[in-house]
C-alpha cells in the first residue's frame, strides 16, 4: 500500500486523524464526509494511496468500483428516507478536487421540501 505521509485521507486510514467509519475492508475505507452535503455523505477511497482516477490500473479499477455498490446499497438501506444517491468522483483541481487522494463522494438525496425545483 502506498502511503503519503503529508496526506489527510491516508492518516484517516490509519485512523491518525479521528473519523466515523461506514465500512471498511482490505482494498477501501468509507468514512463520512467532515461536510456532510445531505446527512450521510460518505467517502469511499482506495487504501493505497492515488492521487486521482489518472493513477488507476485496471485491477485497483476493477477493486475499488465493485465495491462501491454495496457501499451504496447499504447507506441507502440505513434509513428509509433516502430514495436516491449522488455518486461524484473529482479529479484534478481545476475540477474541484481539494484532497489530492482519489475518492468517491456518496451523497443521498431524500425527497425534496415542498418548493424544490
Ligand atoms: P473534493 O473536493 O476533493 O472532491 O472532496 C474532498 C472532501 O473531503 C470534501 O467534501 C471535504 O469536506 C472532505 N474532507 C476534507 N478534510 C476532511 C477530514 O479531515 N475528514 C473528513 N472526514 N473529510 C474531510
Ligand atoms: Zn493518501
Redesign the pocket.
Known sequence: MAYDADC?FCK?IRNE?P?TVVYEDDVVKA?????QVTPGHT?VVPKTHVADIFGYDADLAAAVFSRIPKIAQAIKASDPAIIGMNIVN?NGKVA????LHS?F?LIPRYQPTEGFA
Open positions: 489527510i484517516i486523524i473519523n468514512f463520512l464526509d467532515i461536510t467517502l473529482n474541484y478536487q481539494s484532497v475518492h463522494h
